[in-house]
């Protein structure tokens, strides 16, 4: 890991003070079976629901219903919409996983905003909003989430 951020709006010194804070990045999926909390983070898609933007979506669910285990959490970070989450990303991590929904794994989302370098924020400084999918696990994503971001705008 070399502290270079391929994305603008991640900072390099945001991400080399993630690393030497124990950030850890790999392409190898076994290696994130042992984790309980992802994040999924895409670019923007097309709200029009264009199956080639989406597909890297479904990708990612596919990849995190492998790993999942009982009790996980699968946070939803992008400016697609809640409707994509439920309609198309829940349903792809139960079927890959075997696990259901609200009973075995949990759901958090929080929106990406796409404007940051239009109100002069970055993506780490601008505030998040979260939420969960029962109340219990909208505590654990704020929890999680205000150890990286200041939450609201």
């Known amino acids: 890991m070399h502290g270079h951020g391929s994305m603008s709006r991640v900072l390099d010194e945001l991400l080399k003070q993630a690393i030497k804070n124990g950030l850890s990045c790999t392409s190898d999926v076994e290696k994130i079976r042992k984790c309980n909390f992802y994040v999924i983070i895409i670019p923007p898609i097309s709200v029009e629901r264009n199956d080639s933007d989406l597909r890297i979506l479904w990708d990612a669910c596919e990849i995190v219903g492998k790993v999942l285990s ?84």
């Open 70 to 153: 009982g009790g996980d959490i699968v946070v939803y970070d992008f400016c697609g919409g809640t409707t994509i989450t439920e309609d198309d990303c829940i349903p792809i991590i139960e079927q890959v996983s075997g696990l259901t929904f609200n009973f075995n794994f949990f759901a958090g989302y929080s929106p990406r905003y796409d404007n940051f370098e239009v109100k002069g924020f970055t993506s780490w400084g601008a505030g998040k909003f979260t939420s969960g999918s029962t109340p219990e696990i909208t505590k654990i994503v704020d929890e999680v989430y205000t150890a990286v971001f200041t939450l609201g705008m």
